[in-house]
């Protein structure tokens, strides 16, 4: 029996911030609706065990116990849920409460991915986040009391950001103890508010200083990156993430889901009003598209080895002498300076 991850996307959000390029709109309609779609998912997927599950979205949290008991009803019927699975849920600091998480705790969410996205007031309103600081920071505390495992998502390098101010920042969210940070630059995607009016981030080069800045902090920390944008204490790294990063099958459901699954890539429509009247889509994967997937996610992970078989050994010397990569008998890992320009490593490895 095969072992799978699975990611729910949930479509709606209180409010559609201008730099997110997710699939979701302010949140309307009549949910219930909803239901259809998902069991029609649920049922049409592969059987199996699933070692992961993720609420994503779009605002999870915005759903209400009913549909949340809903959901996990239909997965527990359709699939076994080994022992120890991680059961994510995104949330945003506005969009649930202690007594919501405690609630969605009993249903069994063991970890809550909170999107903070700034600890500067300033940057929570340029970001068009609808919490403050001080509301960011007690849903945090409030999860941590809930739940084993939480992880705070911030974003950095934005427009005319420095060094200090960002710096003043992440050392705030340290001393909350979390045991996972995700900590994203800021990039402008085609189809955001912020891509239609023009807005730009900071420069390259006070990028590459912030994210030098930031991989010296969490090492003194000792909370390593363990991806490229993902920072841990050992064995509190995201499970269903590492599914990504290493190549294995994950079940998507609800819109603009997409999976990878028994080696065909699957698809839901983007909308909800599609995606209720269009069945997924499935593309069976060459071994190329597989082993170039695979390369892309894989290097992007800072404590693995990625294997050499398939690459050209005059590329990974070229890239050894750049000084972008590390190379031993497991294999190769990218340097901080290979991750600075991991695309161009990707692409001279291609």
């Given at each position: 029996m095969s072992d799978f991850g699975l990611y729910i996307h949930w479509p709606?959000?209180?409010?559609?911030?201008?730099?997110?390029?997710?699939?979701?709109?302010?949140?309307?309609?009549?949910?219930?609706?909803?239901?259809?779609?998902?069991?029609?998912?649920?049922?049409?997927?592969?059987?199996?065990?699933?070692?992961?599950?993720?609420?994503?979205?779009?605002?999870?949290?915005?759903?209400?116990?009913d549909f949340l008991d809903f959901l996990m009803n239909q997965i527990h019927q359709k699939w076994t849920v080994v022992q120890n699975a991680e059961i994510t849920m995104e949330a945003n600091p506005d969009a649930i409460d202690f007594e919501k998480m405690k609630i969605f705790k009993s249903m069994g969410i063991n970890r809550l991915s909170v999107g903070v996205q700034s600890l500067n007031e300033d940057h929570l309103k340029f970001l068009g986040r609808q919490h403050s600081v001080r509301s960011a920071v007690k849903c945090v505390e409030n999860a941590q009391n809930t739940f084993p495992k939480v992880n705070m998502d911030l974003i950095y390098a934005l427009p005319h950001q420095n060094l200090k101010g960002w710096e003043r920042e992440l050392k705030q969210a340290l001393k909350?103890?979390?045991?996972?940070?995700?900590?994203?630059?800021?990039?402008?995607?085609?189809?955001?508010?912020?891509?239609?009016?023009?807005?730009?981030?900071?420069?390259?080069?006070?990028?590459?200083?912030?994210?030098?800045?930031?991989?010296?902090?969490?090492?003194?920390?000792?909370?390593?990156?363990?991806?490229?944008?993902?920072?841990a204490h050992r064995g509190f790294e995201s499970q269903h993430n590492m599914l990504y990063w290493t190549g294995q099958d994950y079940i998507g459901i609800g819109p603009a889901a997409a999976g990878r699954v028994l080696g065909y890539a699957t698809q839901n429509a983007r909308s909800v009003g599609a995606w209720l009247r269009q069945e997924t889509t499935k593309e069976k994967l060459t071994d190329a598209q597989i082993q170039m997937e695979h390369l892309l996610m894989g290097l992007r992970l800072r404590q693995r080895f990625y294997p050499t078989q398939n690459l050209n050994p005059q590329a990974i010397a070229q890239a050894r002498l750049r000084g972008w990569l590390i190379q031993t008998d497991q294999g190769i890992q990218p340097t901080l300076q290979g991750i600075l320009m991991l695309n161009q490593l990707i692409q001279m490895l291609a």
């Open positions: 709606y959000c209180l409010s559609k911030c201008p730099y997110c390029d997710f699939a979701s709109t302010k949140i309307h309609g009549d949910l219930e609706i909803l239901k259809g779609g998902y069991l029609r998912d649920i049922q049409k997927a592969p059987s199996g065990n699933l070692t992961s599950i993720y609420f994503g979205g779009g605002t999870p949290s915005l759903m209400n116990a909350m103890g979390l045991m996972h940070y995700s900590l994203y630059q800021l990039t402008i995607e085609k189809g955001t508010v912020f891509y239609h009016c023009g807005q730009k981030t900071c420069s390259d080069i006070q990028a590459r200083r912030l994210y030098i800045l930031t991989d010296e902090i969490m090492r003194q920390a000792k909370i390593p990156a363990y991806e490229v944008s993902n920072y």
